[in-house]
């Protein structure tokens, strides 16, 4: 602890020391130190503590790991030896398995890499400043350049909070997922229950109507005067030519394919012929058997292997009528890479995003001949680190934030409220004026006097693609350099171990 704290009042002390000798005001040189040289120290001091957790908790791990096995194996003969190891040995796997779930849960050792990359960014920031350097080279004193400094120090104190943010939705939606299973799966029992009681209702009703029928069979069934005696034959049928059947007439409508298959089996089945008219009154007796028990019978025969076979040519003609019509969605032709199903297996995200978006980036790869799968790993990966998802969206922080890029001129923001109305959208956030007019001519579309077309997923799609193909990130990923991709996409590496992730989980699907 106490070389801890040495090397960070040296680091601080330092830090400060070189501040105070640059020839900027004094004002400059507070904000300085307390926002780069405070934000750095902070985030040394972060990336420290996560640090210690994540080597105990798997120090924890693998020393456990390692005794857990050898004290099972453990053989003696003396009982009270055996029992002590044994117990030893479950309360060792139970801390395993405590410290493993403990750095599942928060995550130490991905904070740490996050908090160590932040604070090495911000430190060759700001060594790049001090020896006008790098982005800085073009200035000859430091106060010209401190004005680009003061900005790119607030986007890597933004793009921290927003991987932090980005992080925060990942978990909020993997708690949604759960809840949404569990709300599933009451519902689905739900509906086994409801089921069950529309069986039993079933079989009450059916016990009704036996209970109903055994109750008629056992009245007295003769009846004077020829009345109703509760029989289905105790009904007077009209009279009628010697002959004629009882067929009702309709007017001719065309009959389908299935229809005439019915018609012809009726037609040369073994069906019971017309009952031929009588003038008399039937009329029930006493040797009549009870309601239900002498069920007219109706005999048919279907060819089934006809009937499927009809039913396949339509359901074909269907098909191809709901694909072909002018209503459809464009899908592209040819084979395809991949999936919204896969899409949302490597990306983590909604299915639903997945079946929206994907077909506009399909697409736009085509069009911009970087159809392959080695450009696809990369452009998923950068949409899920730039999004946090797959769909377009605004540029986090709202018009507060988008206010920063007022009289950006090197991002073409000339006129008032353009740093508003040219915020950063799509895929790899678009911003300024200048960018919203060149690929706006690219694409043949007025992005910048309507910049929120940015946000339609074929557009959106084709300013990625376009991007892709001639800022050399598509070679990039062709070539597997995945670092290169980032930096062309990101213009360092920040958010490597999210976009690294998700390459990986891209190439072991896709490639």
């Not at 002959?243 to 389908?256: K, L, N, R």
């Not at 911009?368 to 922080?397: C, M, Q």
């Not at 991709?485 to 490597?496: C, D, E, S």
Request: hydrophobic share 35%.
């Amino acid at each position: 602890m106490a070389k801890k704290n040495a090397y960070n009042d040296y680091l601080k002390q330092t830090l400060g020391g070189l501040i105070d000798k640059l020839e900027i005001s004094d004002l400059r040189k507070e904000f300085l130190k307390n926002r780069w040289l405070d934000q750095v120290m902070w985030l040394e001091g972060r990336a420290t503590k996560e640090r210690n957790q994540h080597f105990r908790l798997r120090m924890i791990t693998i020393i456990g790991g390692v005794l857990v096995p050898a004290m099972v194996g453990f053989r003696s003969n003396n009982d009270d030896l055996q029992v002590g190891v044994a117990t030893t040995a479950f309360f060792v796997s139970q801390a395993v398995a405590i410290s493993a779930a403990v750095e599942e849960f928060f995550g130490h050792g991905d904070k740490y890499r996050n908090y160590r990359s932040t604070a090495e960014s911000m430190k060759i920031e700001g060594w790049q400043f001090m020896q006008l350097a790098g982005p800085y080279r073009k200035y000859k004193v430091h106060s010209d350049a401190y004005k680009i400094f003061a900005q790119r120090v607030e986007s890597y104190i933004q793009k921290d909070v927003e991987g932090f943010v980005a992080r925060l939705e990942e978990k909020q939606d993997e708690e949604k997922q759960d809840a949404d299973e569990a709300v599933n799966n009451a519902e689905k029992a739900l509906m086994r229950l409801n089921q069950e009681l529309e069986e039993r209702a079933q079989k009450l009703e059916l016990e009704k109507v036996r209970l109903a029928e055994q109750q008629v069979s056992s009245q007295p069934q003769g009846l004077e005067d020829g009345g109703y005696s509760g029989s289905l034959l105790d009904i007077q049928m009209p009279s009628s030519s010697e002959g004629e059947t009882f067929e009702e007439s309709s007017p001719a409508e065309p009959m389908t394919g299935v229809q005439s298959l019915l018609s012809s089996s009726n037609k040369t089945s073994g069906r019971r012929p017309a009952r031929q008219s009588s003038s008399k009154t039937i009329t029930s007796t006493s040797n009549l058997p009870p309601l239900g028990q002498n069920a007219l019978e109706w005999e048919e025969t279907v060819d089934f292997q006809a009937l499927k076979t009809i039913l396949t040519e339509q359901n074909s003609v269907v098909e191809s009528q709901t694909n072909g019509g002018s209503g459809g969605t464009a899908v592209v032709s040819g084979p395809q890479l991949t999936t919204p199903d896969e899409v949302s297996q490597i990306l983590e995200c909604p299915l639903e995003d997945c079946k929206v978006y994907l077909p506009g980036i399909l697409a736009a790869m085509k069009k911009y001949d970087i159809y392959d799968n080695s450009v696809l790993i990369g452009l998923l990966a950068t949409i899920r680190i730039e999004t946090g998802g797959f769909k377009p969206v605004h540029e986090w922080g709202g018009e507060s934030y988008w206010k920063r890029y007022e009289e950006r001129a090197d991002l073409g923001n000339v006129n008032p409220g353009d740093g508003i109305k040219y915020h950063g959208r799509g895929y790899i956030q678009l911003t300024g004026r200048a960018n919203y007019s060149t690929y706006g001519k690219k694409l043949g579309v007025d992005l910048e006097g309507n910049p929120d077309l940015v946000m339609d997923p074929e557009i959106s799609a084709q300013v990625l693609a376009c991007y892709f193909k001639e800022r050399g990130v598509a070679t990039a990923a062709r070539e597997g350099d995945w670092r290169r991709v980032r930096k062309l996409v990101n213009g360092g590496y920040h958010g490597w171990d999210v976009f690294s992730k998700y390459v990986e989980r891209a190439r072991a699907q896709l490639a």
